[in-house]
């Protein structure tokens, strides 16, 4: 359910490529930035108006504190087992998790198992007592080819985290009613990532959950543009089968992920500058 306007001083991402970040803007220590960067920067901004650097006691005393726990490729099993207990460690005031459209991508998904462990751990972390923010997938199937077949266990998920954002301080950012995100202006080269427009208007989603009033319509469509020529669509198509379909296959054909071996890109809550 929408949440109040909450003070933060602390905030932890848990999730997949998504929350890492995938395909935004390259950061000076080679990270991506990502949506969630964004809105802890947004609340850090906040926090230090609040709190007023006269205050302080020491050095680090009054930061707005951030962890990202998000690591690309994960299954939501992998979510579970690997992040959870770290995330409700932290203590933190703020959460957002995502996760389970990698499992919804792979042919025979257990979407049930799916539901459950994703409860767990939204049902998990709100134990904390951190407010916690869900998302809704969007929808492939008015940008992407042959992704019919990933609409009944998208829908089905989109029921279920609507219902858990029904709880007390479980808030949902519904990125399958935005149309703009059919637009592929708003998605990187790899047509599964967002670009950095697209991480940009997911922050302002969330930014928006969370009470804060609205920089921009973040839903709003992107200006008209000419439609690529049939030429340039061959090419695009045929580059994105050879530098990004084609290695996604050969990884779920050899049981490899994109982020095995890859640590957090922020393993600790620590203070956001």
């Known amino acids: 359910m929408p949440t109040t306007h909450r003070s933060y001083a602390s905030y932890v991402a848990v999730g997949d490529s998504f929350t890492e970040g995938m395909c935004d803007e390259l950061l000076h220590d080679g990270h991506y930035r990502g949506w969630a960067d964004r809105v802890a920067s947004a609340l850090a901004a906040e926090h230090a108006q609040r709190v007023g650097r006269e205050e302080r006691v020491g050095p680090a005393d009054g930061d707005f504190r951030y962890a990202n726990l998000a690591v690309r490729g994960k299954l939501i099993g992998q979510i579970h087992d690997e992040q959870l207990a770290p995330a409700a460690a932290m203590g933190a005031d703020l959460v957002t998790l995502a996760g389970g459209f990698n499992d919804v991508l792979r042919p025979g998904c257990d979407i049930a198992r799916v539901e459950r462990l994703l409860g767990r751990c939204a049902t998990g972390l709100r134990a904390t007592g951190a407010t916690v923010v869900l998302f809704t997938s969007t929808d492939p199937t008015r940008r992407l080819a042959g992704s019919a077949r990933l609409l009944p266990a998208i829908l089905r998920m989109k029921a279920f985290v609507q219902e858990l954002g029904q709880q007390d301080g479980i808030a949902v950012v519904d990125l399958f009613s935005a149309p703009c995100f059919d637009d592929r202006r708003l998605w990187a080269e790899d047509r599964l990532h967002l670009s950095p427009e697209g991480h940009r208007r997911v922050a302002e989603?969330?930014?928006?959950?969370?009470?804060?009033?609205?920089?921009?319509?973040w839903r709003a469509p992107m200006p008209a543009a000419t439609p690529p020529g049939r030429a340039e669509k061959l090419r695009s198509d045929a580059r994105w089968l050879r530098t990004h379909l084609?290695?996604?296959?050969?990884?779920?054909?050899?049981?490899?992920?994109?982020?095995?071996?890859?640590?957090?890109?922020?393993?600790?809550?620590?203070?956001?500058?």
């Open 246 to 273: 084609g290695p996604w296959i050969g990884r779920r054909l050899t049981g490899r992920s994109s982020g095995d071996g890859r640590p957090p890109k922020r393993p600790e809550l620590l203070p956001y500058r």
């Open 205 to 217: 989603g969330v930014l928006e959950a969370l009470g804060r009033p609205a920089a921009f319509d």
